[in-house]
């Protein structure tokens, strides 16, 4: 009998072991996916700055802004917005007219291009 114990306790053992294997691989799994969402919410943040500072820029030239002669990669425009979110208009080129808004929030940077009279 004591035999058929011992064996009984290792069985245990054995199942035991697999289901911590199958629970911390699914721990890991869910730890992924809330990681993943942690950086598109930080992704989606950074281009609704750039989209900003887009918008920012559209309305100075609306209103009259005309200062054409900078050297490319300059900035134009910058700004922060209060979710912490920041944004740079930079002039890309002449002619066309290329303006780039980069928008980035807790190290994430995502970038829109305005391109005028292609």
Do not use: C
Not at 16 to 32: D, K, P
Not at 62 to 71: E, F, L, V
Not at 97 to 109: C, P, R, W, Y
Request: glycine share 10%.
């Amino acid at each position: 009998m004591a035999h058929k114990s011992g064996s009984a306790l290792i069985l245990t053992m054995f199942i035991m072991s697999g289901m911590l294997i199958v629970a911390m691989s699914g721990a890991y799994v869910i730890w992924l996916g809330i990681k993943a969402g942690g950086i598109q919410s930080q992704s989606t943040k950074a281009y609704y700055a750039a989209e900003t500072g887009a918008e920012f820029f559209l309305y100075q030239l609306k209103t009259g802004w005309s200062d054409y002669n900078q050297p490319s990669n300059t900035i134009i425009f910058s700004g922060a917005l209060p979710s912490g979110a920041t944004y740079k208009v930079y002039f890309v080129q002449f002619p066309p007219l290329v303006f780039q808004s980069i928008g980035e929030f807790q190290n994430t940077k995502r970038s829109v291009e305005i391109r005028m009279g292609d």
